[in-house]
């Protein structure tokens, strides 16, 4: 069974040599530095592929350019195939590769061991052209709750040694794995921001890391600041989405409010990107836009 992001939500310098200098993994390995809210961090927002408007990705890229997104999120399945391309098309930008949205096959703690090879496999395929790409890291959750698994315990400790070799060869190429919670409706074994960062601190590796989305906050943490405090320099990429529908955010009005969430980011000196996975109940060449100002207003009260 192949890992499609649910169809990706119906929208669509070496590797080696840069693990090597250790400067891609300082910020991941390094103590936690707790930095206070006045702290001058940069929003860095990224989009993905699919959400923002353009028939091409060069249009796209015009897009997103013009209104002063710096970071490009795109999917994993073929993407050994795109390197050229979308290197081709960062040429001369401002706009880097942010994080690679899963793509693989398979699942980590499927009870099939062929099928847990695959997921392995596929993987590291993904991986090799992520470092090639200076990417962010590959976003991947263990199972969705539809995906036969191993019972709990013995799933959490068969994930940690599978991804002590997946964060050595993610090192190699230049770039980490990034475990995502989800809400429990569509994965129940890993749903918090803290569970992640636990499972990863067992795996004690710099390209061993997590993320945090917005969406799946909203309904499994407490408290989005606590919850990005939590995971300290384990955190190492951001979704966002509006907090009702999973649509742009400022599309569920008030209900979109991440102010504390980024005041989380803040007190962590979080460095890397806030990316859009969402869909638009309006047109998105209006509404990306009006979501970047929302952004970048929340940030500022933060």
């Known amino acids: ?22 400067s891609f993994f300082s910020s991941c390995s390094a103590p936690l530095e707790k930095k206070g809210a006045t702290s001058q961090v940069e929003l860095k927002i990224s989009c993905q592929e699919g959400v923002a408007p353009g028939k ?4 796209k890229l015009d897009f ?6 710096v970071g490009l999120e795109v999917w994993g399945g ?40 695959t997921c392995i496999d596929s993987m590291r395929v993904i991986l090799e052209a992520a470092g090639a790409l200076g990417s962010t890291g590959l976003i991947f959750v263990p199972a969705f709750n539809n995906q036969p698994s ?29 475990l995502e919670p989800l809400n429990r409706g569509e994965c129940y074994f890993c749903r918090q921001v803290a569970d992640a960062a636990a499972i990863m601190r067992d795996v004690n590796h710099p390209a061993a890391a997590v993320m945090g989305d917005f969406w799946h906050m909203t309904w499994e943490e407490t408290s989005d600041r606590g919850a990005f405090i939590s995971a300290g320099n384990y955190l190492h990429h951001v979704h966002i989405a509006s ?17 504390e969430g980024f005041k989380g980011l ?17 047109d998105p060449a209006v509404t990306l836009p009006a979501a970047v100002k929302l952004m970048r207003e929340q940030w500022e009260l933060a």
Not at 14 to 19: E, H, I, K, Q, V
Not at 152 to 175: D, I, M
């Open 56 to 59: 091409t990705l060069t249009e």
């Open 78 to 117: 073929g993407l050994e195939n795109r390197v050229n391309e979308i290197q081709d098309a960062l040429k001369n930008r401002s706009i880097k590769v942010s994080a690679i949205c899963a793509g693989f096959g398979g699942w980590l703690i499927a009870d099939d061991p062929a099928v847990r090879q």
């Open 1 to 22: 069974m192949t890992y499609n992001r649910r169809k990706f939500l119906g929208i669509t310098a070496s590797g080696a040599a840069l693990a090597a200098s250790g």
């Open 243 to 259: 907090r009702k529908r999973r649509k742009m955010p400022g599309e569920d009005g008030a209900a979109d409010n991440y102010t």
């Open 64 to 69: 997103m350019e013009q209104l002063g997104i």
């Open 266 to 282: 803040k007190e962590i000196g979080y460095s890397d990107y806030v990316s859009f996975e969402c869909g638009s109940e309006g």
């Open 150 to 178: 191993l019972p709990h315990k013995e799933s959490r400790e068969l994930l940690v040694e599978e991804l002590k070799e997946l964060a050595a060869f993610a090192a190699e190429k230049g770039t980490r794995l990034l």
